[in-house]
Every structure is written in C-alpha cells, then in structure tokens.
C-alpha cells in the first residue's frame, strides 16, 4: 500500500523566510497531492491539491511542487510569518476520496 | 463559511461502554469520512461512506465500529465496547465530489479518552 513520508523534525524558521518542506511517496504514482494544515487539538484544514501531471501550483505565499521522477512533493511557504507555524501534512488521494497523511512536519516560525 | 459540526467535543467513557459520535457534515456534500488521530500519531482513515452505505474501510474500523447516517444531516461513529486504545482524536470530514483530489472539509474532532 502506499507509504506518505514526512521529516518528522521540526523547522525552526525566521520570519520573512521561505520554509520548504518535503513528502515522499514509496509506491505508485497518486493521481493527487493535498497538503493540510493542522494546529494543535483542530482538524485538519485544506491548503492546495496538485495533480500528477502539474509541475506546480500556487496560492498566495504557498507553492507545491510535484516530481513523480523522484516521487516527491515539496512544500514552500514564502515570506513566512509566526501565524504560520503549524504541522503540515501531505495527504495522497485513493479511491473514493480516502486521505492517506503522512505524519506531518511541525514548522514554527521565529519572529 | 459551510463547516463540519462536531459533538461532544470530548468525551470520556469507561472500558467496555458504547459511544456514539456525531457529525452534521456539509449540507450538500455527499460524501463522509471518519478519521482518527492518537496523540502524537497521523491521521488514520477508518472509513468512508456514500449514497448510505459503506465504501471503504480501513482494518482498524472492526467489528467494534460503525457508522450511520440517521437522517438527512447527522452522520455517526459508534463503538460499541470501548478499549483503552481507542482513546484519540476522532475527526469526521465530508466533500463535495469523491473523484480523487476532491478537498475535504474536516470538523473539529472530538477527543475520546476511555479510561
């Protein structure tokens, strides 16, 4: 079955930096990549969707790519504020719309 | 902004009892989920429920588990004899469309601590 791999250190980051993480997938290729955001003790909340044959997407300070070459997704937040700490997660979307999440990367951002 | 409702928001139950957790998702999605989360843990899939009827389940939603639709708005999680192991994080979610990439809208969860 699939496998969603996220480093599972924290990223210490400083505002006004760009915060780049990184979900690796073991087996096939998934049509889709969503990212979420979680704050501690909330559900998660949507972020972006980037499809198999998309290089990128953006949405305000948010870009994702997607290489099916190196089965990898990466995540960037640019110019990133202390509102922005969180747990991100990276989620692949099977059939009927089942989410499998990686255990996420916990970035906090320094003022 | 259209949101999943949750309820309770935490619930603790002795070992061997029934719960029953509730969920009024999104009014025109028509597809439902159940999700949970142990502390520390990710977000596990249990199941996924359409058109009244189960589409998928994980092999964690046992015989212990199911899940109902009642009426036109509430969607439910029971177990039925509670283990100190299903203490987590439960959150429902709902979306419009099931086709892959479809985002999902999550509740706020409830906390289940089985003690």
């Known amino acids: 079955s699939q496998k969603i791999e996220q480093n599972s250190e924290a990223l210490n980051i400083q505002e006004g930096k760009t915060a780049t993480l990184t979900c690796n997938y073991t087996?096939?290729?998934?049509?889709?990549l969503q990212w979420y955001r979680q704050d501690p003790g909330r559900g998660p909340v949507f972020l972006l969707l980037i499809r198999e044959n998309e290089k990128e997407k953006r949405k305000e300070r948010l870009k994702v790519t997607f290489d099916t070459t190196l089965k990898q997704s990466l995540f960037h937040i640019t110019a990133s504020q202390p509102a922005d700490s969180a747990t991100y997660l990276c989620a692949s979307t099977d059939s009927w719309g089942k989410l499998q999440f990686g255990a996420g990367t916990q970035v906090v951002v320094t003022p | 902004e259209p949101e999943v409702t949750q309820t309770p928001s935490h619930q603790v139950t002795q070992m061997g009892q029934e719960v029953i957790l509730r969920c009024v998702p999104i009014s025109n999605h028509l597809y439902f989920y159940w999700y949970r989360q142990i502390l520390g843990q990710k977000v596990e899939f249990l199941v996924s429920?359409?058109?009244?009827?189960?589409?998928?389940k994980s092999e964690i939603f046992d015989d212990q588990f199911s899940v109902e639709r009642p009426d036109g708005s509430n969607f439910t999680l029971k177990i039925r004899s509670t283990k100190l192991e299903d203490s987590a994080m439960y959150f429902c979610a709902s979306s419009e469309v099931s086709y892959r990439g479809t985002e999902a809208f999550f509740g706020q969860g409830t906390r289940l601590t089985v003690v």
């Open positions: 087996n096939y290729s998934p049509a889709y």
């Open positions: 429920f359409y058109n009244n009827e189960i589409s998928e």
